[in-house]
Antibody, heavy 121, light 111 residues
Framework: QITLKESGPTLVKPTQTLTLTCSFS??????????VGWIRQPPGKALEWLAL???????RYSPSLKSRLTITKDTSKNQVVLTLTNLDPVDTATYFC?????????????WGQGTLVTVSS | QSALTQPASVSESPGQSITISCTGT?????????VSWYQQHPGKAPKLIIY???NRPSGVSNRFSGSKSGNTASLTISGLQAEDEADYYC???????????FGTGTKVTVL
């Protein structure tokens, strides 16, 4: 059974850097065809892909946020970390960690519960 | 990359069928088979209901079906039930970012 859980601060100030950790179990991020990504959803708004890291350490970023995002993985700890710099109140959202696999057409078949991050002074 | 375009809302009576469209470009929906659909109930994480345009993950009702024509993908829900009331999002692989992009979302109301 695959599980993912997000952890990190719930309140951050504008201009600060957000660091979120996705801790997962039930799969290995060294398995070919597997990836872990981050998706966010502002209150009452649509989902937005942020970043994705594949089993081979290939990384993909949202073009609009690429300069502010970094995604890394620690396969031995079963963790993926996302950093987002220079926060603004518009970054207030629920941040989801997501598992994808080529076996399901890279659809997100498992999601974390999400963590609400509020950006406010 | 711009979000894929979906109708904001769709309403129908129980037992009827609805179709939700998802319009993109040749750089996303029209160019790749990696189109998926998600169902999201309020306060919950989304759930994958369709992958690779028309495939259902194990355990997903066969009342959900997907298709694609050109730059537009579609999700059809047949035999609408009260539990189908939720937000629905499409998603597609997209270039040049080689990431994925979501649709604008559709709120389905069962009358």
């Amino acid at each position: 059974q695959i599980t993912l859980k997000e952890s990190g601060p719930t309140l951050v100030k504008p201009t600060q850097t957000l660091t979120l950790t996705c801790s997962f179990s039930g799969f290995s991020l060294s398995t070919r065809g597997v990836g872990v990504g981050w998706i966010r959803q502002p209150p009452g708004k649509a989902l937005e892909w942020l970043a994705l890291i594949y089993w081979d350490d290939d990384k993909r970023y949202s073009p609009s946020l690429k300069s502010r995002l970094t995604i890394t993985k620690d396969t031995s700890k079963n963790q993926v970390v996302l950093t987002l710099t220079n926060l603004d109140p518009v970054d207030t959202a629920t941040y989801f960690c997501a598992h994808i696999t080529s076996q399901l057409g890279f659809g997100v078949d498992c999601w974390g519960q999400g963590t609400l991050v509020t950006v406010s002074s | 990359q711009s979000a894929l375009t979906q109708p904001a809302s769709v309403s129908e009576s129980p037992g009827q069928s609805i179709t939700i469209s998802c319009t993109g470009t040749s750089s996303d929906v029209g160019g790749y088979k990696y189109v998926s659909w998600y169902q999201q109930h309020p306060g919950k994480a989304p759930k994958l209901i369709i992958y690779e345009v028309s495939n259902r993950p194990s355990g997903v009702s066969n009342r959900f079906s997907g298709s694609k024509s050109g730059n537009t993908a579609s999700l059809t829900i047949s035999g609408l039930q009260a539990e189908d009331e939720a937000d629905y999002y499409c998603s597609s692989y997209t270039t040049p970012s080689t990431l994925f992009v979501f649709g604008t979302g559709t709120k389905v109301t069962v009358l």
